[in-house]
């Protein structure tokens, strides 16, 4: 194995760590909340692929197209129910909801589908490779999670930056109140962008449950690696957020190469180090 | 207003006999009998193992450690705004730092466990700078990243197990100091007399750290502290050094907690990284007392680890279900009854054991 294949394979894995970053980018942008749930719920979301993909027989793209809606209007609940009573200025009560969230998710799920580790399944797709040069083949599952990222990036920038809504997002997230009396209604501004957030979650959930196989207890550790993506990338960019996806995946490629038992710890220290360098990200947005 | 506050004199020196002087109290007579009756309880607790059965005391080791925990965290998150979900790294420092000393060192066990704690607050004063430069919610997740990259690097360490982890045989331990005492005051063998030991660190432990978060609230610095908390800029332009008083609050409470690692582990006598740096165990059952029993309150955490003990020996056999219910109930406390069930009766009630709010009010 050369070092450009552990450059192609952390770019690649990038694109993944990108995909559980952009969910949460997208409400810390917006209404400055931290969603500590957010891992366990992208795995909640590919439990719930899995089932109706098992359990329902649906076909992959059906049974994402369903749990895409599904997610969205948990989301959107989620939020119009529990997280709006707790927003404001104190941060504690957020970041607690959130935690205890993700423990009841996480614990949830270890009730319902057991320790196992489970795959989503997509028959030959996951086994299948493209040669890009003579002597470079990458995988075509790894490919498409990189496209995806980036497809879902170029969306949610065309959704932030040319529709009402997206204009609804930006003004919300300068000044809640001002947007308030201009008309736009705060609330469904906020539950959309949660809901939102976890609809893009189940994409993310779909390209890593095919990639890997996943169970229950590893919800934390996508959110951490969403975390660091978005900081490493810099705050309120989206592409910066890609960025730092990719950084990590290197970081984490790289590591591993090095010695197995180093790849996690190589990007948690990757994301120290920045921190240590340029605590404001790699790629900050240029309006502060 | 009344006609009284208007007539409020400058300073006491120059106040005429009979004119009532305002001044702040913190106190409360309901206080003082609670300090009295908290006396009587820690010297019931000191004496308990004379009587006691070795499973209520490998209890009370539970619960006066996580009470430690619980009051640790309320004081960083709750007063201090530092709301950590890392808390688990310095548990883990400390129960390593425990075992190098003991297996790499030759140390003594109970001399060992200061040292835990030393070198967790080391590491929290060099972590500190990197980590504060996220603000608020940030903060939460790289505490929790931190935690996790010092739970890999522990598990790198070959000679204290690696990855799978290690422990001590009980050969090691009987020398240690106080063991022998122990045995011979209670007649018990070596192994109940190192539970016995153990708890009684940790209510030493569990009272100390109590009256210290307790005096240093309400001291002017605990003033200080919940200042920087509410508005930083403004709590600096009185002259408070927010950034200081928050990494100092930081170190401290790394102390603390590494010196809690140390203990449950010296109890335990085996250690694993997982184990050690679990979030579960030493951050969420944490959180989760401060939640339940009312967040920035003294008696708060102790009402919450009470419930929690009831809680655990109900519902534990049912494993992750505990953890649902539990995680369901801290989401309700938060929604419908925000300062816990501590705070909600205090508040109906009037009640206040370890009163920290400030009252306004006239001197006889």
Same mark, same amino acid.
């Given at each position: 194995?050369?070092?450009?294949?552990?450059?192609?394979?952390?770019?690649?894995?990038?694109?993944?760590?990108?995909?559980?970053?952009?969910?949460?980018?997208?409400?810390?942008?917006?209404?400055?909340?931290?969603?500590?749930?957010? +891992?366990?719920?992208?795995?909640?979301?590919?439990?719930?692929?899995?089932?109706?993909?098992?359990?329902?027989?649906?076909?992959?793209?059906?049974?994402?197209?369903?749990? =895409?809606?599904?997610?969205?209007?948990?989301?959107?609940?989620?939020?119009?129910?529990? /997280?709006?009573?707790?927003?404001?200025?104190?941060?504690?009560?957020?970041?607690?909801?959130?935690?205890?969230?993700?423990?009841?998710?996480?614990?949830? /799920?270890?009730?319902?589908?057991?320790?196992?580790?489970?795959?989503?399944?997509?028959?030959?797709?996951?086994?299948?490779?493209?040669?890009?040069?003579?002597?470079?083949?990458?995988?075509? *599952?790894?490919?498409?999670?990189? =496209?995806?990222?980036?497809?879902?990036?170029?969306?949610?920038?065309?959704?932030?930056?040319?529709?009402?809504?997206?204009?609804?997002?930006?003004?919300?997230?300068?000044?809640?109140?001002?947007?308030?009396?201009?008309? =736009?209604?705060?609330?469904?501004?906020? *539950?959309?962008?949660?809901?939102?957030?976890?609809?893009?979650?189940?994409?993310?959930?779909?390209?890593?449950?095919?990639?890997?196989?996943?169970?229950?207890?590893?919800?934390?550790?996508?959110?951490?690696?969403?975390?660091?993506? =978005?900081?490493?990338?810099?705050?309120?960019?989206?592409?910066?957020?890609?960025?730092? +996806?990719?950084?990590?995946?290197?970081?984490?490629?790289?590591?591993?190469?090095?010695?197995?038992?180093?790849?996690?710890?190589?990007?948690?220290?990757?994301?120290?180090?920045?921190?240590?360098?340029?605590?404001?990200?790699?790629?900050?947005?240029?309006?502060? | 207003?009344?006609?009284?506050?208007?007539?409020?004199?400058?300073?006491?020196?120059?106040?005429?006999?009979?004119?009532?002087?305002?001044?702040?109290?913190?106190?409360?007579?309901?206080?003082?009998?609670?300090?009295?009756?908290?006396?009587?309880?820690?010297?019931?607790?000191?004496?308990?193992?004379?009587?006691?059965?070795? &499973?209520?005391?490998?209890?009370?080791?539970?619960?006066?450690?996580?009470?430690?925990?619980?009051?640790?965290? &309320?004081?960083?998150?709750?007063?201090?705004?530092?709301?950590?979900?890392?808390?688990?790294?310095?548990?883990?420092?400390?129960?390593?730092?425990?075992?190098?000393?003991?297996?790499?060192?030759?140390?003594?066990?109970?001399?060992?466990?200061?040292?835990?704690?030393?070198?967790?607050?080391?590491?929290?004063?060099?972590?500190?700078?990197?980590?504060?430069?996220?603000?608020?919610?940030?903060?939460?997740?790289?505490?929790?990243?931190?935690?996790?990259?010092?739970?890999?690097?522990?598990?790198?360490?070959?000679?204290?197990?690696?990855?799978?982890?290690?422990?001590?045989?009980?050969?090691?331990?009987?020398?240690?100091?106080?063991?022998?005492?122990?045995?011979?005051?209670?007649?018990?063998?070596?192994?109940?007399?190192?539970?016995?030991?153990?708890?009684?660190?940790?209510?030493?432990?569990?009272?100390?750290?109590?009256?210290?978060?307790?005096?240093?609230?309400?001291?002017?610095?605990?003033?200080?502290?919940?200042?920087?908390?509410? &508005?930083?800029?403004?709590?600096?332009?009185?002259?408070?050094?927010?950034?200081?008083?928050?990494?100092?609050?930081?170190?401290?409470?790394?102390?603390?907690?590494?010196?809690?690692?140390?203990?449950?582990?010296?109890?335990?006598?085996?250690?694993?990284?997982?184990?050690?740096?679990?979030?579960?165990?030493?951050?969420?059952?944490?959180?989760?007392?401060?939640?339940?029993?009312?967040?920035?309150?003294?008696?708060?955490?102790?009402?919450?680890?009470?419930?929690?003990?009831?809680?655990?020996?109900?519902?534990?056999?049912?494993?992750?279900?505990?953890?649902?219910?539990?995680?369901?109930?801290?989401?309700?406390?938060?929604?419908?009854?925000?300062?816990?069930?501590?705070?909600?009766?205090?508040?109906?009630?009037?009640?206040?054991?370890?009163?920290?709010?400030?009252?306004?009010?006239?001197?006889?």
């Amino acid at each position: 194995m050369s070092g450009f294949d552990t450059i192609i394979e952390g770019v690649l894995l990038g694109g993944v760590y990108a995909l559980f970053a952009l969910g949460l980018s997208l409400i810390f942008g917006i209404m400055r909340l931290v969603n500590l749930a957010h +891992g366990d719920l992208i795995l909640l979301a590919a439990y719930l692929v899995l089932s109706a993909t098992t359990a329902l027989g649906l076909p992959l793209a059906a049974a994402s197209l369903l749990v =895409v809606a599904a997610m969205f209007v948990l989301g959107f609940v989620l939020q119009r129910l529990v /997280l709006e009573r707790v927003l404001g200025d104190d941060i504690l009560p957020p970041l607690l909801v959130t935690f205890g969230l993700s423990i009841v998710i996480q614990n949830g /799920l270890l009730l319902g589908y057991g320790a196992d580790s489970r795959r989503l399944q997509a028959g030959a797709f996951e086994s299948s490779s493209v040669t890009l040069a003579p002597g470079l083949s990458v995988g075509l *599952a790894p490919l498409t999670a990189l =496209v995806t990222a980036i497809a879902a990036v170029a969306l949610l920038q065309l959704i932030f930056y040319r529709t009402s809504l997206g204009r609804a997002f930006r003004a919300t997230a300068d000044n809640p109140a001002i947007a308030q009396l201009m008309g =736009v209604n705060e609330r469904n501004v906020y *539950a959309i962008a949660v809901g939102l957030s976890l609809a893009v979650s189940v994409i993310a959930a779909i390209v890593f449950g095919i990639r890997a196989s996943f169970d229950p207890s590893i919800g934390p550790a996508r959110l951490l690696y969403a975390f660091e993506a =978005v900081i490493i990338g810099g705050l309120g960019s989206l592409w910066g957020t890609l960025a730092g +996806g990719i950084v990590l995946g290197l970081a984490q490629a790289i590591g591993g190469r090095i010695n197995p038992e180093w790849q996690i710890l190589a990007g948690h220290l990757t994301f120290l180090a920045v921190l240590m360098v340029r605590p404001r990200g790699l790629f900050p947005a240029r309006r502060t | 207003m009344s006609v009284e506050s208007i007539d409020m004199p400058a300073g006491r020196e120059q106040c005429p006999a009979g004119v009532p002087v305002w001044q702040i109290r913190v106190g409360t007579r309901r206080s003082r009998i609670a300090a009295v009756a908290g006396i009587a309880l820690v010297v019931v607790l000191a004496a308990l193992p004379a009587i006691a059965s070795r &499973n209520l005391i490998q209890d009370l080791i539970f619960v006066l450690t996580m009470l430690t925990l619980a009051q640790l965290w &309320n004081v960083l998150a709750g007063w201090g705004g530092l709301v950590s979900v890392g808390q688990q790294a310095f548990v883990g420092l400390g129960a390593y730092a425990l075992f190098a000393g003991i297996v790499m060192a030759g140390l003594d066990p109970v001399a060992a466990i200061p040292l835990a704690g030393l070198f967790a607050a080391l590491i929290a004063a060099l972590l500190g700078p990197l980590l504060f430069r996220l603000e608020g919610p940030y903060f939460a997740i790289g505490s929790w990243v931190a935690a996790e990259a010092l739970r890999l690097i522990c598990a790198q360490f070959k000679s204290l197990g690696g990855g799978t982890g290690m422990s001590i045989s009980p050969g090691e331990l009987s020398q240690m100091f106080g063991l022998k005492a122990v045995q011979a005051l209670l007649g018990l063998r070596p192994a109940a007399a190192r539970d016995v030991l153990v708890y009684w660190l940790a209510l030493l432990l569990a009272v100390l750290v109590t009256l210290g978060i307790y005096a240093f609230i309400r001291s002017r610095h605990g003033l200080a502290l919940a200042a920087s908390r509410d &508005n930083g800029p403004a709590a600096r332009s009185v002259g408070v050094r927010t950034a200081r008083i928050r990494h100092l609050l930081w170190i401290a409470v790394a102390f603390a907690t590494g010196m809690v690692g140390a203990v449950v582990y010296l109890q335990k006598a085996r250690i694993s990284p997982d184990a050690a740096f679990s979030v579960t165990d030493w951050t969420a059952y944490v959180i989760f007392i401060v939640v339940i029993g009312g967040v920035r309150t003294i008696e708060g955490p102790m009402v919450g680890v009470l419930l929690l003990w009831g809680l655990v020996t109900w519902l534990a056999q049912y494993g992750s279900l505990y953890l649902v219910v539990l995680g369901t109930l801290a989401i309700l406390i938060m929604l419908f009854m925000p300062r816990g069930v501590w705070g909600a009766a205090a508040r109906r009630w009037q009640v206040q054991l370890f009163p920290t709010q400030r009252w306004l009010g006239r001197s006889r």
